[in-house]
C-alpha cells in the first residue's frame, strides 16, 4: 500500500510538469506569431541569414587558418618540423 502514493505523486508530477510544457510550449507560439504573421518575411530573414552564416563562416575560417600558418612560419628554422612546415608552405603558396 505504500507503493501506491509514491505512484500518485508520480503521476501527479508528470501530469504538473506535462501542464508546464504545454503552457511553455503555448507562450512561444503566441510569441513566434505575434513577431511574424507573414511566412515570407520569416523565409526571407532565414534565407539571409543563412547566407551571412555561411559568409561569416567561411572569412572565419580563413583568418584562422591564415593565423596557423603564421605562428607555424616561425618554426621553419627547427629541425624534424621545420621541413614539414615548409613544405606545406609551398604547397600553399603553388595553390
Given at each position: 500500500?505504500?507503493?501506491?502514493?509514491?505512484?500518485?505523486?508520480?503521476?501527479?508530477?508528470?501530469?504538473i510538469?506535462?501542464?508546464?510544457?504545454?503552457?511553455?510550449?503555448?507562450?512561444?507560439?503566441?510569441?513566434?506569431?505575434?513577431?511574424?504573421?507573414?511566412?515570407?518575411?520569416?523565409?526571407?530573414?532565414?534565407?539571409?541569414r543563412?547566407?551571412?552564416f555561411?559568409?561569416?563562416?567561411?572569412?572565419?575560417?580563413?583568418?584562422?587558418?591564415?593565423?596557423?600558418?603564421?605562428?607555424?612560419?616561425?618554426?621553419?628554422?627547427?629541425?624534424?618540423?621545420?621541413?614539414?612546415?615548409?613544405?606545406?608552405?609551398?604547397?600553399?603558396?603553388?595553390?
Amino acid at each position: 500500500m505504500a507503493a501506491e502514493p509514491k505512484k500518485k505523486l508520480s503521476l501527479v508530477s508528470r501530469i504538473i510538469r506535462s501542464q508546464r510544457m504545454g503552457a511553455r510550449r503555448t507562450v512561444v507560439e503566441e510569441m513566434f506569431n505575434d513577431l511574424y504573421n507573414d511566412r515570407k518575411a520569416i523565409y526571407k530573414m532565414n534565407f539571409f541569414r543563412g547566407i551571412f552564416f555561411g559568409l561569416g563562416s567561411v572569412l572565419g575560417a580563413t583568418v584562422v587558418v591564415t593565423l596557423i600558418v603564421w605562428v607555424l612560419s616561425f618554426f621553419v628554422n627547427i629541425p624534424g618540423i621545420g621541413e614539414t612546415i615548409h613544405q606545406a608552405q609551398q604547397e600553399i603558396q603553388n595553390r
